[in-house]
């Protein structure tokens, strides 16, 4: 049975109701992840947490070590991720303390964030059309539907690079093409889960409509964490209904994401790779 991993963003550092609590350093071939990863169980399941920008806010969403990250998970048996993450709005239907499950992402960052796990003598090719998993966001929208929360399934999510917000004009660009949502973070973390063959659902909780809508009012640090921490406590309501209701034995096709992606002839990756990647292409060598 697979653990069930949660990746917490800005004002989601804990979970209450973890028993058996136990904070473990994970080292990884990619550098040191955002902080300590916290194990227990939550309703009777295996779960793993992680604060995206460590415990007190410290790290900014260009700095995080997203590959770490996501490498730590999957060498501490993680087969799910839920990414609790704050957003701004692009739509007027969607309102500040929604939530927004997003199915596709477009990305506009522009640091080079490492987004994939394949180089250095290794080439992978995920497919990453549906880029998030169907079936983990659909137990996601049921258990949100069951607390009463304003919640919408599907949608686009737009990566920015950050840390500042949006111009006018930026967000103005954003809605024209159709967007309806906007973050910092998620656009590498479900990369590079699909790479790592781990399911990856995006439970967004709408803070502010970015700065593009007119009669709402300026967006600032205070209204965003204003509406984050009303938000943060039906998050958690949601997460405490869903594990429990999620299948034992999890089976879905991005758990065989590499199955024809990797291209590198077998004999000529570098064995440093191999090692480095083992618990990630091991049952393909």
């Not at 930026?170 to 889960?193: P, V």
Request: proline share 4%; hydrophobic share 40%; aromatic share 8%.
């Amino acid at each position: 049975m697979g653990k069930i991993g949660i990746i917490g963003g800005s004002g989601l550092y804990k979970i209450e109701g973890l028993k058996k609590v136990k904070p473990v350093a994970v080292a990884t071939p990619f550098g040191a992840p955002s902080d300590k990863y916290i194990t227990g169980e939550l309703e009777g399941r295996q779960v793993v947490f992680l604060p995206r920008h460590g415990l007190g806010h410290r790290i900014n969403p260009s700095e995080i070590n997203f590959r770490a990250n996501i490498y730590g998970m999957k060498k501490l048996g993680v087969d799910r991720i839920i990414s609790v993450s704050a957003c701004g709005s692009l739509k007027k239907e969607l309102k500040p303390l929604d939530f927004v499950i997003p199915e596709q992402f477009v990305d506009r960052t522009n640091q080079g964030r490492k987004m994939s796990f394949f180089e250095k003598g290794i080439v992978a090719h995920i497919g990453f059309a549906e880029p998030v998993c169907a079936k983990l966001c659909e137990a996601v929208y049921a258990s949100a539907g069951k607390i009463g929360s304003r919640v919408h399934l599907g949608g686009t999510y737009l990566n920015m690079e950050g840390p500042a917000f949006s111009t006018k004009a930026e967000s103005n660009l954003y809605r024209a093409w159709g967007m309806d949502i906007i973050g910092m973070t998620n656009m590498a973390e479900a990369k590079l889960a699909r790479e790592a063959e781990i399911c990856y659902c995006t439970l967004a909780a709408v803070t502010d409509y970015d700065c593009w809508y007119e009669s709402a009012e300026t967006v600032t640090v205070e209204m965003v964490m204003s509406n984050l921490s009303k938000n943060i406590q039906n998050a958690k309501n949601i997460l405490k209904r869903l594990i429990p209701a999620l299948e034992d034995k999890n089976s879905c096709s991005c758990q065989e994401a590499l199955k024809y992606a990797i291209v590198t002839d077998i004999k000529l990756i570098p064995k440093k790779v191999k090692e480095d990647l083992k618990i990630i292409i091991g049952k393909y060598l």
